[in-house]
């Protein structure tokens, strides 16, 4: 058996698609999930520990039980919207939770950390395509609440010798290629799930004129006026986990890292739904609504820093891969709510 891991929001959609990939290399998995937006049955292969970040006393409680070798950290909160108009518990959540898991696992000798990061860190970049050292700027509290996480790991590298690397997300997509694991939210608030949902809707009868899609915004500067993101397949997100879990054991001596994880390509909001409209077969239509509160115009990763130093490529470059896998799984596993 190799090493023991425990991934924080293991039930979630990205932290769920790491532990079968690392089940499946061989690894010991504990998932420590409150389950608040996460999923029981998604945890696949591993022992799911329910509790919470905000517990030292239940994070204790698992390092002291547990022999664990690592951390990979997912337990957060994401929706960039609900931070605007929720900063308390983003800044509780995602700063103190992280704080109280980062000295939970120094207080037992643990020093490697894997961090989910965000693209959403750089906010409205001066200059794309977007690399490392890019300003940080943040727009959103979000994003500031997963900068001033990586400050601290900075800090907590330099003076603890703590070893982490924060890997900061464009947009991930897609679902497992076997058809094994989808992507479930509640709420649902991601473009690529809801555009698929209007196609089932209107598949199962639904009258294409009465869209449920809504985009937001179409007067932002970019050349079909809809925002632009680099979408990144979940499984390849999740082999750059492994890859940078490799090198933190290789490099033990490097104390805070970053890398962008994206696929150097930007997609407007109309182009994914003119590609998913392809792949489904389906007209789906949607209605433009006014701009959502936080959201940038463009973000497009430049990761070769990624595919050169972790030796990492992402499998499945194009969106259509993701649509793809999104869909057959969508298409299984519809919402209740459809
Ligand atoms: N978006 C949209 N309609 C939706 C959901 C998202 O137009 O129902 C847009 C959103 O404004 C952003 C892009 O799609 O420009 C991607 O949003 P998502 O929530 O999927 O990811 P985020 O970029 O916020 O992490």
Known sequence: MKETILITGGAGYIGSHMVRQLAAHGHKVIVFDNLSRGNADAVIDAELVVGDIG????????FK???IDAVMHFAALAYVGESVHQPDIYYRNNVLGTLNLIDAMHAH???NLIFSSTCATYGQPESLPITESTPQHPINPYGHSKLMVEQILKDYGDAFNFRSIALRYFNAAGCAVD???GERHDPETHLLPLILFEA???RNGGDPEESTLNIFGSDFETHDGTCIRDYIHVSDLCTAHTAAYHRMLQKPELGAEQFNLGVNRGYSVLEVIEACKKITGIDIQFNTVTRRDGDPPELIADASAAMIKLQWKPEFPSIEHSLQHAWDWFSKNPPDNL
């Open 179 to 181: 058809g094994s694991l």
């Open 200 to 202: 089932l809707r209107v």
């Open 55 to 62: 517990n030292s006393e239940e994070l204790a409680a698992v």
């Open 65 to 67: 039980n547990s022999d």
């Open 109 to 111: 000798g643990i020093n």
